[in-house]
């Protein structure tokens, strides 16, 4: 749900958590000389984040609120009481489950280089479902690689800021398609990432090994191996996948690849200030992670975005 309307320091006061008036020294007491020289540094629109939730806690520790939608009316209605100036939606986001529209893709965490960690940032990427093959044939008919893709597509801002990549990687096996990938990466990648350089024997070992191998699916369903991607770039792990990986599944989806940054990583604050340069304002959300099954909230609903963030450089 969406919530935007004006709001006064004095109302931002007025509504403050006891947290966050205690924090700024309005609850209940009168602030200290150095409390109140604080606060009277603070711009209007710092001042109203310092008195602004940002966490919902209470959706992991409280029973009645640990269900999806029982939290997230809680959070509409605290964000309404809030007033804010600026837009906040909050979403509910579930784990994937086998039968998920995405659950084609492989997720592959990178950190701010570029580079491929994991799931545990220890290089391991794992494929959480099996793979079903009806025919070891790749897929050729054009309309249906676009319909793979269809919902794995790079953020608006690996579109606008890092398709202008800013290195140049050498194509070590000097055959063209490394370079090729490159270049074509914004048509068959999803998510948030930017086009790095592997190193380069590792690239060249781990290619040579799955050409070796040949194809890890057949006719047939199977769990695909753990693949450990240390020293290979996100864009460059993907392509290795995706090689292990050529036949479609029984809904004649191709293995997709999903790049993220690490959580923590502060390239997600770049993303802010990058996107406004250029005229598009991100949005600020509340994100409710769930787990499908059971509809239990799993993490600690936190505000991200531009609003959350107002006040710091």
């Not at 009168?30 to 919902?56: C, G, I, P, Y």
């Not at 994937?96 to 290089?123: L, S």
């Not at 794992?126 to 008919?141: H, I, N, R, S």
Request: proline share 5%.
């Amino acid at each position: 749900m969406k919530f935007s309307t004006a709001i006064s320091v004095a109302t931002a006061l007025a509504v403050a958590s006891p947290a966050s008036a205690e924090k700024m020294g309005f609850a209940g007491q009168v602030m200290d000389k150095e409390s109140f020289k604080d606060f009277e540094d603070l711009t209007d629109m710092q001042r109203v984040m310092e008195v602004t939730k940002l966490a919902w806690p209470e959706c992991l520790e409280n029973s009645e609120l640990n269900k999806a939608k029982a939290c997230e009316a809680l959070i509409d209605k605290e964000l309404a009481a809030m007033n804010l100036s600026f837009d906040v939606y909050t979403i509910i986001l579930y784990t994937r489950t086998f039968d998920c529209p995405t659950a084609h893709a492989w997720v592959i965490p990178i950190n701010d280089d570029g580079m491929c960690v994991g799931k545990y940032r220890d290089g391991r990427l794992f494929y959480e479902y099996e793979w079903c093959v009806d025919e070891e044939v790749e897929l050729t008919d054009p309309n249906a690689i676009k319909e793979s893709q269809k919902l794995i597509k790079p953020s608006k801002w690996t579109e606008l800021i890092a398709s202008n990549p800013s290195v140049s990687c050498l194509d070590v096996d000097q055959d063209g398609d490394l370079d090729a990938w490159h270049k074509k990466a914004l048509e068959t990648i999803g998510g948030d990432y930017q086009i790095a350089c592997s190193d380069y024997e590792t690239y060249l070992d781990k290619k040579a090994e799955i050409e070796a191998q040949g194809p890890i699916v057949h006719k047939g369903c199977q769990r695909l191996p753990e693949f450990n991607c240390k020293g290979l770039s996100g864009v460059d792990a993907c392509k290795l996948v995706k090689q292990m990986v050529p036949y479609p599944n029984t809904d004649g989806k191709n293995l997709e690849c999903y790049l993220q940054y690490l959580p923590d990583s502060p390239i997600h604050d770049q993303m802010y200030r990058d996107l406004r340069k250029i005229g598009e304002e991100p949005k600020t959300r509340v994100i409710i992670l769930a787990k499908k099954e059971t509809d239990q909230v799993i993490a600690t609903p936190l505000m991200k975005g531009p609003g959350a963030r107002l006040g710091k450089q």
